[in-house]
C-alpha cells in the first residue's frame, strides 16, 4: 500500500479503495501521525485531520457543519442538482437529526435524547443479557461465525424493540440498513444509488404504516413517544418522524454490530485475560472503552465549512468539506504510550469513537451496555472461546469492520 505524503505541501496520496489500506488502515494512521495532523488527501479531494486534539476539536468548532443548505443555496454553491434517482433516499436524509444543523438538530435531539437518559437504558439490562444468554445457548460445537449468531442479532433485536417494531422484521431492518449506508462509501456506483433508493422508499412506507398503528393503539415504546410529541404539538412532523425513526433502526445497530465484532476479534488475536476482567464492572467498562479507542467501527466523518475561514495554517472557502478521520484519533502517540496495543487496564483510553461536540452519538450510551453485557455473557459463557481461521475484513474503510469472525467455543 504506498503512501505518499510531502511534509512540505501537506498533500497526501493513498487510495481509499485499495484492500491494503481499508483491511488495516492503522499502518497508514501511523505514517501520517508520525509526521502531522493533518494533510490534503489528494484521492478524497479535501484537507484531513488525523490528530485526537484536532479532531476532538473539530468536531465540536461551529465554524464546520454537517448541512450547508441552511446558510446557502444550491446556485450560491455552484452545487449540481440532486440526482433523479434517489428521491427517497434523499427525503430521509433531508429531514435526519444526523444532517442537520441548529435550530432544527436541537429540536430533533431534544425529543430523541429523552428516549436514552440512562435510567431508560440501564432498564434494558436484563434484556440484554437474557437475549445474549439465548443466543450462547444456541451455539454450535463446530466452528462458526460469530458476527451473524451473535453481533448481529443483539444490537438490531434492541433498537427494534426499543420502538416497537416487531422481532421477525430485524432481517428486513437489516437488510434496509445495509443498502442505505452503502451511500456513504468512497466512490460508490450507480447500482449502490438505487438499491439505497429503493431501500430508503421500502423503509419509509414500512415506517408510516407502523406509526398509523400506533396512533391507533400507542405503546410504551420510542415511536408512540416521538407520535406523542409529534401530537402535543411539538413541531415534529411526519417526514421528521419517519426519519427519526430510521436513522435509530440504522445507527442503533450497524456500528454496535462492528464494535462488537471489532472487540472480540482484538480480545482473542491478543489473548486477553477475560476471566479477570468479567466479573468486575470497572474492568470490563475500561476494556470496551480501550477496545472502541484500539478498533473503532467508524472511521471518517466529514463537515461544511460555514464560512471562509482559517485552520491550521490553511484557508479554507465556504462550502468546502473538511474530512475528520475518527479511526485515527485513538492510535495518536501524542495521547497514548503504545498506541497500537490494546491495553485492558489503560488509565484514560481516549477516542472520538461516539464523536464530539452537538452531534456526538445520541446512543453511546446503550452502545456501551451492549457490548459491556455481550462480552460478559460471552466470555463467562465460553471461557475457551478461540479463533478459528482468519477473519474476513468488511469490503469498506468508513464502517471499519468484519464480514465474518469465524470462533470455536
Ligand atoms: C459502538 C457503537 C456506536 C458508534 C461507534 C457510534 C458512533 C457515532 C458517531 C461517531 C456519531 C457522530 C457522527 C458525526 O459527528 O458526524 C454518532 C451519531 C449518532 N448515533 Fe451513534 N454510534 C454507535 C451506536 C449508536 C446507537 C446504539 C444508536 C441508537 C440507538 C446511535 C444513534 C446515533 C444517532 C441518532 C446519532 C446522531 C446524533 C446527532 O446528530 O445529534 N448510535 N454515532
Redesign the pocket.
Known amino acids: 500500500m504506498p503512501v505518499r505524503f510531502d511534509p512540505v505541501t501537506r498533500r497526501l496520496s493513498l487510495d481509499p479503495r485499495d484492500p491494503a489500506f481499508f483491511h488495516d488502515p492503522y499502518a497508514a494512521y501511523a505514517t501520517m501521525l508520525q509526521h502531522t495532523s493533518v494533510a490534503y488527501w489528494e484521492e478524497l479531494g479535501c484537507w484531513c485531520f488525523f490528530g485526537f486534539e484536532d479532531v476532538n476539536r473539530l468536531?465540536r468548532d461551529r465554524r464546520f457543519g454537517?448541512e450547508m443548505l441552511h446558510v446557502a443555496t444550491r446556485d450560491e454553491l455552484g452545487w449540481p442538482a440532486p440526482l433523479p434517482h434517489t428521491g427517497h433516499f434523499d427525503e430521509v436524509d433531508a429531514h435526519s437529526?444526523?444532517e442537520r444543523e441548529p435550530p432544527v438538530?436541537t429540536r430533533l435531539?431534544a425529543l430523541?435524547s429523552r428516549a436514552f437518559v440512562s435510567r431508560r437504558v440501564e432498564a434494558l439490562r436484563p434484556i440484554i443479557e437474557e437475549m445474549a444468554n439465548d443466543l450462547v445457548d444456541a451455539f454450535p460445537r463446530e466452528p462458526f461465525d460469530l458476527l451473524t449468531r451473535y453481533a448481529t442479532p443483539i444490537?438490531v433485536r434492541i433498537?427494534a424493540r426499543m420502538l416497537g417494531v416487531p422481532n421477525d422484521m430485524a432481517p428486513r431492518l437489516l437488510a434496509w440498513s445495509h443498502d442505505m449506508v452503502a451511500m456513504y462509501g468512497v466512490g460508490r456506483s450507480y447500482e449502490v444509488e438505487l438499491r439505497a433508493d429503493r431501500a430508503a422508499a421500502e423503509f419509509s412506507a414500512y415506517i408510516r404504516r407502523l406509526v398509523d398503528e400506533r396512533r391507533a393503539s400507542p405503546g410504551d415504546d420510542l415511536l408512540s413517544l416521538l407520535i406523542a410529541a409529534e401530537e402535543q404539538g411539538e413541531t415534529l412532523s411526519e417526514a421528521e418522524l419517519v426519519s427519526t425513526a430510521i436513522?435509530?433502526l440504522n445507527?442503533?445497530h450497524e456500528?454496535?454490530v462492528h464494535?462488537l465484532g471489532n472487540a472480540v476479534h482484538a480480545v482473542l488475536r491478543q489473548g486477553v485475560q477475560m476471566d479477570r476482567i468479567v466479573g468486575h464492572d470497572a474492568a470490563l467498562s475500561q476494556l470496551v472503552e480501550e477496545a472502541?479507542r484500539f478498533v473503532?467501527?467508524?472511521h471518517l466523518?466529514k463537515r461544511y465549512v460555514l464560512a471562509d475561514t482559517e485552520e491550521s495554517g490553511i484557508a479554507l472557502a465556504r462550502g468546502e468539506q473538511i474530512a475528520l478521520v475518527?479511526g485515527a484519533t485513538g492510535r495518536d502517540p501524542r495521547i497514548h504510550d503504545a498506541p497500537d496495543v490494546l491495553l485492558p487496564d489503560r488509565a484514560h483510553p481516549q477516542h472520538t469513537?461516539?464523536?464530539a461536540g452537538?452531534?456526538?452519538?445520541?446512543?453511546?450510551p446503550?452502545?456501551r451496555l451492549e457490548?459491556q453485557c455481550a462480552l460478559r455473557v460471552l466470555f463467562t459463557r465460553c471461557p475457551d472461546l478461540a479463533l478459528a481461521g482468519a477473519p474476513r475484513p468488511k469490503d469498506s474503510w468508513h464502517f471499519h469492520g468484519l464480514d465474518t469472525l469465524f470462533v470455536q467455543v
Request: hydrophobic fraction near 65%; proline fraction near 9%.
Open positions: 468536531l454537517r437529526m444526523l438538530h435531539r430523541v444490537p433498537i436513522l435509530l445507527a442503533g456500528a454496535t464494535a472502541l473503532p467501527p467508524l466523518f475518527l469513537s461516539f464523536g452537538i452531534h456526538f452519538c445520541v446512543g453511546a446503550l452502545a457490548l
